[in-house]
């Protein structure tokens, strides 16, 4: 039976699992049939638009198909295109905001949706249906065939965000924009700017112009983030930068036109140590020393997610003047953005110094409180308050779960799912995007390859994730996001490589059926990704090509194990220090590490060609790795 299905499959050109095999679309649309012909675009082919809201959208597509192919296709108002962009007359209520549907056949194509958005989206597919070529700058001759299908896609989730921290590194407006496409692409709609931080305030606001005079600058330095000199006394700070208000009205509309919303991060109470450069009043130590960190080390962590700051970089929340200038900061947020929450952070909070603080102390004791957290609460409430009065919704990080609520507050579940799951039960929205699965800073081959940083997640970890935890009434999950710290990243080229092919699967687990989701198959949509990402000239890691090393104490001897997350490779490894040829040792199943001063190397291959990095361990770093694990 089996065999008489995969051979019906194989005659369907259907890969064993999912699409077929001439359609490789991130993320998985919703309803997808693939049936026999194609249609060819040609330079006479006319794209039509069926109501003046779906102009943008053919304009844009137009612009797409125009580039490659060389031809000057144009847009016009009808519907009787070749290529038919249409908005529905009665909604369909499957499709919602952001859903289409995309028929081809030996016509032509239609697509069709309630929204502009879903034309944009349907456009998306359409560029993925065809020949890799189409993500080409320059003209490329091949035949501009589309496969006939029939999609019905829709969102699974309504909020499928990314987030770049524009603070720790500054990213130049048209650096953000090329993010922006790049994730619009796979059918992100949420950009999250993590806007301030403790390395630099990157938006500019009028009515405290020394936020950015001061607190975008910082002293130059290289070298692992955290571990960097102090700047001297007097030292010039010449790194960084910030948006103006022009540029962030420009990046809105850009982001606007590709269907994506920027939420805006200003971080606090704590993570504000630029501000605090550009207004030591604002804190309780007040130090007038204080300068933007260029990475160089200001906290002790305990190892148990605690920590001690050694620099303060805490608003003071008993301080009114505080109150006065978030409200300033928030009331030029508010007119700038349209997305109708804003950001306040509310993370890694360090209370040690408000807790010597004599203002501090007597609001604790107005406030009946005995822990200091409940100054946190207390100042995520005024916050409310202000955002509120500008028409906004307060979203933070889960410790604002901790001193207690506000009361529209929406949580952002970071540390784990522990603090979405408590915040949906309280009955609060919530938007996941745990570490565990969610957090793409994270190295994501083998450490020893990677740019260094504490933490490791893989491809398929990340394709793994389901952001609806069992138990949790599923209004409450607005949907996930993955967050791009960029302590340790300095160019876009780096986000990219960090971000593809994370992003696509955190795409996928954010729009598709969670019972359409498929691991072997995901890979093959990958690596033909990969090839549009070169012809589209955006960087990427093919970390999943790597051999998973393991080490693990057995009967006091050091064993090692290995594995692929990509189906069909084979490991060689050498013990000699010789370079792992495919005539190498291969890895079948775990051994022990002979005694002594033993290199282990280890290449992944598949059909004899080498696909992974190679990754060289000495028998110390692989004894670390029992405990790494
Ligand atoms: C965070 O990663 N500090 C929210």
């Not at 975008?216 to 070298?223: I, L, Q, T």
């Not at 060689?572 to 775990?590: G, V």
């Not at 004899?608 to 770093?621: D, N, R, S």
């Amino acid at each position: 039976m089996k065999s008489i299905l995969i051979g019906l499959m194989l005659l369907a050109g259907m890969t064993a699992s999912g699409q077929p095999s001439n359609v490789h679309l991130i993320p998985q649309p919703a309803e997808m049939q693939v049936l026999t012909g194609m249609w060819t675009l040609t330079g006479n082919a006319t794209i039509t638009y069926n109501k003046p809201g779906g102009q943008k959208v053919a304009d844009m597509l137009v612009q797409k198909l125009n580039a490659p192919t060389g031809f000057k296709l144009a847009a016009r108002q009808g519907q009787d295109g070749a290529i038919q962009l249409n908005l529905n007359a009665t909604a369909d209520q499957q499709l919602g905001k952001e859903g289409y549907t995309l028929v081809s056949s030996s016509r032509g194509i239609v697509i069709a949706a309630n929204e502009p958005a879903g034309l944009f989206y349907g456009m998306q597919t359409l560029l993925q249906l065809f020949p890799k070529e189409i993500e080409s700058k320059t003209t490329a001759k091949v035949n501009w065939t589309v496969p006939v299908v029939k999609i019905t896609d829709y969102p699974r989730f309504a909020w499928r965000g990314l987030m770049l921290d524009v603070s720790r590194n500054f990213f130049t407006t048209d650096e953000v924009k090329r993010y922006i496409d790049e994730m619009a692409r796979f059918k992100f709609n949420t950009f999250h700017w993590h806007l301030t931080d403790d390395n630099g305030w990157r938006i500019e606001i009028k009515s405290l112009p020394r936020l950015t005079e001061v607190g975008a600058w910082r002293v130059p330095r290289y070298g692992q983030f955290g571990e960097r000199k102090a700047p001297e006394p007097g030292e010039a700070a010449t790194v960084g930068g910030f948006y103006t208000q022009d540029e962030v009205r420009d990046i809105i509309q850009y982001a606007q036109e590709r269907n994506v919303t920027i939420v805006p991060e200003v971080d606090v109470p704590g993570h504000s140590m630029a501000a605090i450069a550009a207004y030591p009043e604002l804190s309780c130590t007040k130090d007038p020393n204080t300068t933007v960190n260029p990475g160089s080390k200001f906290a002790e962590w305990h190892g148990d997610g605690t920590f001690t700051m050694l620099v303060d970089n805490t608003l003071n929340p008993s301080d009114e003047k505080v109150y006065a200038f978030l409200d300033n900061v928030f009331t030029e947020l508010a007119t700038l953005f349209p997305n109708p929450y804003i950001h306040v952070g509310g993370d890694e909070c360090y209370r040690g110094y408000w807790e010597k603080d004599p203002g501090c102390q007597e609001l604790m004791k107005q406030l009946n409180a005995t822990e200091s957290v409940k100054l946190h609460g207390y100042f995520m409430n005024r916050l409310e308050k202000i955002l509120n009065a500008k028409g906004k919704k307060l979203l933070g990080w889960d410790e604002i779960l901790e001193g207690g609520l506000s009361p529209g507050a929406t949580v952002m579940s970071w540390r784990g799912i522990k603090g979405g799951i408590e915040a949906a039960h309280l009955g609060h929205d919530v938007v996941m995007t745990p570490t565990t699965f969610a957090y793409i800073d994270y190295t994501q081959g083998d450490p020893t390859v990677d740019p260094p940083l504490y933490a490791n997640l893989r491809l398929k970890k990340c394709y793994s994730y389901n952001p609806l935890p069992e138990g949790v009434d599923a209004k409450y999950i607005l949907g996930g996001q993955g967050n791009l710290w960029t302590e340790q990243i300095e160019t876009l080229r780096h986000a990219e490589y960090m971000t593809w092919p994370r992003g696509w699967a955190l795409a996928e687990d954010f729009w598709s059926p969670d019972e359409k989701k498929n691991w072997d198959d995901f890979v093959k949509r990958v690596e033909n990704q990969f090839n549009r990402a070169d012809m589209a000239a955006v960087n990427y890691s093919t970390a999943l090509y790597d051999a998973i090393v393991k080490a693990r104490a057995k009967n006091n001897k050091l064993w090692v194990e290995m594995e692929s997350e990509v189906p069909g490779l084979d490991i060689y490894y050498t013990l000699d220090n010789s370079m792992p040829s495919r005539y190498a040792l291969k890895y079948e199943k775990p051994f022990e590490l002979p005694e002594g001063p033993v290199t282990l190397r280890v290449v992944t291959y598949r059909n004899g060609a080498p696909v992974g990095h190679l990754i060289t361990l000495k028998a110390e770093q692989l004894k670390e790795r029992i405990w790494w694990e």
